[in-house]
Structures are given as C-alpha cells and as structure tokens.
T-cell receptor
Framework: GAVVSQHPSRVICKSGTSVKIECRSLDFQATTMFWYRQFPKKSLMLMAT?????????EQGVEKDKFLINHASLTLSTLTVTSAHPEDSSFYIC????????????FGPGTRLTVL | GQNIDQPTEMTATEGAIVQINCTYQ??????LFWYQQHAGEAPTFLSYNVLDGLEEKGRFSSFLSRSKGYSYLLLKELQMKDSASYLCAVMDSNYQLIWGAGTKLIIKP
C-alpha cells in the first residue's frame, strides 16, 4: 500500500525557534498533500492544502506567515512553524493524495511538537 | 454549513458487536471514510463508501445511505485492541475531507 512518512516524529524546541516538518510519499507521487493539526481529544483540523509547484491554500484562521508550507516535488512537502510558541505545541499530521486513487488520502504517522 | 455528527463515546464488551453511527450534511459528496485512531497516533484507514449499501472487510463493515446522510461502522467480535477513536469523514465536492470529532470506543473485558 501507499506509505507516507513524516520526519521528525517528535521534536522539542525552545520558544522563538523555527521547526521544519517533512512529509514524504514513499512509493507514489502525490500531487496534493494536506497538513492537519490535532488538539488533544479533538478531531483533525485541516490547516492547508498543498499542491506541487504552487502556493498552499490555507484554511481560515491559519496564519500563512507562521506556518510556511512548501511542496517542492511530487513526493515532498514541508511545514515550517516559524517563531514557535508554547501554544503551537500539537500533533501535526500530513496526508497525501495519489494520482491513482484520488479519493483516498494516505496519512503520515504524525509529528508531535512541544514548544518549551 | 458542513457538519458531521457521531457519538462522543461508546462502551462495549470484548467479543460483542458495536455499531458506530455517523450523520452528515456537506456541500457535495464524494465518499465517506472511516478511520481508526489510537491515542497519540495518526488515523489509519478502515473503509470507504461512495455507493449505498454495506461493505464488509473482515470484522469491520461499513454502511452508507446517501439519501439519509447516514453511515455506520460495525465492529464484530470485539477485541481489546479495538479500543480507539473512530473518525467519520466525508469528502466534499472539492475533494477535501470534512471530519467528525470521533467516537471513543472503550472495550471492557
């Protein structure tokens, strides 16, 4: 089956620093990747949709200057949390939609970010 | 607006059967998904329904009625490892997933 990886799986950083999270589709090309954020005991919240070679589309309320998304290739999207603050601590999950099965999203394992 | 409703929490006994319901109101419909999520992990795909009817996959089955905006996930022969949250998600006309808040399923011995 299709595999999506995320790196790192866990990251702890100091307030004010920037953190980059990578999302890779390992065995398929993903024209579209999605970034979600999950708060404890709540559903996933879509942050942005990333299409290869174009600017990401952000959901309402998501600061695009704070959460920088780059989808440079058909297998890689990155999310950079700039000037992180403790309230940015969360579980960030990416998913990818393949060309072959466009109605299904394959999820990455998630990245737990803790900002001290 | 778009809305997905599912119960917050359910409890069932090991070896029994449980049905988790999901009702939805979305702008367009391109399929309904069920995901399983264990605490601290990303969701894993369970099923996809786009046509009315029942889809069976081992111990798990999923049912869809588009006219009623209704789906359920049926879990048979429950095992302790089935304790998890079950997320219902609908793909709207823009091919984006609208998520329910999830149903926490507690399995008791």
């Amino acid at each position: 089956g299709a595999v999506v990886s995320q790196h790192p799986s866990r990251v702890i950083c100091k307030s004010g620093t920037s953190v980059k999270i990578e999302c890779r589709s390992l065995d398929f090309q993903a024209t579209t990747m999605f970034w979600y954020r999950q708060f404890p005991k709540k559903s996933l919240m879509l942050m942005a949709t990333s299409n290869e070679g174009s600017k990401a589309t952000y959901e309402q309320g998501v600061e695009k200057d704070k959460f920088l998304i780059n989808h440079a290739s058909l297998t890689l999207s990155t999310l950079t949390v700039t000037s992180a603050h403790p309230e940015d601590s969360s579980f960030y999950i990416c998913s990818a939609r393949s060309d072959r099965e466009s109605n299904e999203q394959f999820f990455g394992p998630g990245t737990r970010l803790t900002v001290l | 607006g778009q809305n997905i409703d599912q119960p917050t929490e359910m409890t069932a006994t090991e070896g029994a059967i449980v049905q988790i319901n999901c009702t939805y109101q979305t702008s367009g419909f391109n399929g309904l998904f069920w995901y399983q999520q264990h605490a601290g992990e990303a969701p894993t795909f369970l099923s996809y329904n786009v046509l009315d009817g029942l889809e069976e996959k081992g111990r798990f089955s999923s049912f869809l009625s588009r006219s009623k905006g209704y789906s359920y996930l049926l879990l048979k022969e429950l095992q302790m490892k089935d304790s998890a949250s079950y997320l219902c998600a609908v793909m709207d006309s823009n091919y984006q997933l609208i998520w329910g808040a999830g149903t926490k399923l507690i399995i008791k011995p």
